[in-house]
């Protein structure tokens, strides 16, 4: 599976789409953790703009990620969720352990003053 992504210094943005249910997330958090290893200094945004369904192995994804840049004093920030993902965040009460933004610009800004 190839992630579109797009790098700006030290962060790399990584647009997810479509329904991160089991039969993708493991491969995605494959393909994420790999750039993780690829990229040793980077903070991770993912926007979820085009996510229209997320299961509970999609947050596995974001949760693992986020432990694994934690480790290494790094960021992960996630940005455009569509109300349905917003709501999963919600009732799995995970929007508090996650920085959450509108737009992807907010998200860089926010790591760019981190």
């Known amino acids: ?3 579109n992504l797009k790098k700006t210094g030290n962060d790399i943005t990584i647009y997810l789409e479509g329904r991160l249910d089991v039969h993708l997330s493991a491969d995605i ?13 980077c903070n991770f945004v993912l926007n979820l703009k085009d996510v229209e369904y997320m299961s509970s192995s999609g947050l596995r994804i974001f949760v693992s990620t ?8 790094r960021k992960l920030v996630l940005c455009n969720m569509n109300n349905a993902v917003k709501k999963i965040f919600e009732v799995v009460e995970l ?20």
């Open 1 to 3: 599976m190839d992630l």
């Open 66 to 73: 986020m432990r694994i840049l934690k480790e290494s004093k």
């Open 29 to 41: 958090e494959k393909e994420i953790n790999k750039l993780i290893t690829a990229e040793p200094s």
């Open 95 to 114: 929007t508090d352990m996650f920085d959450i933004f509108n737009s992807e610009a907010e998200a860089l800004d926010f790591l760019k003053k981190a």
